[in-house]
């Protein structure tokens, strides 16, 4: 499963919103966890991961002008290797356990 299956078998399956693929914004972004927002991602969650921490973040606008923003940490040279993921919603933190392997909506995984 990839960022993008994760991120949209989540929001099925979690939020009840269907992602429309095409209206989603993908970044990369490597940060220190000096510069994180605690209040984003929550300083628990950081102790025991590696600094730096790649970002991999999925940012979404569903129909009622809420904004998603998904976000699956890595090390910097293993992006393949999920650590942890947090959902935020209109910037707030909603999810901070988001689970790195969902089961689809029609089962599969």
């Given at each position: 499963m990839n960022t993008t299956e994760l991120f949209v078998n989540y929001m099925e399956k979690t939020h009840e919103i269907k992602v429309n693929i095409n209206e989603v914004?993908?970044?990369?972004l490597t940060m220190f966890q000096a510069e994180i927002d605690e209040n984003i991602f929550p300083?628990?969650?950081?102790?025991?991961?590696?600094?730096?921490?790649?970002?991999?973040?999925?940012?979404?606008m569903d129909q009622k002008e809420q904004e998603w923003i998904f976000c699956?940490?890595?090390?910097?040279?293993?992006?393949?290797k999920w650590l942890h993921?947090?959902?935020?919603?209109?910037g707030e933190l909603?999810?901070?356990?988001?689970?790195?392997?969902?089961?689809s909506v029609d089962g599969g995984i």
């Open positions: 914004i993908f970044e990369g300083v628990k969650v950081l102790k025991g991961l590696p600094d730096p921490l790649l970002f991999l973040t999925t940012v979404y699956i940490v890595t090390e910097i040279d293993i992006a393949d993921a947090v959902c935020i919603k209109d909603i999810d901070e356990n988001v689970p790195l392997v969902l089961r």
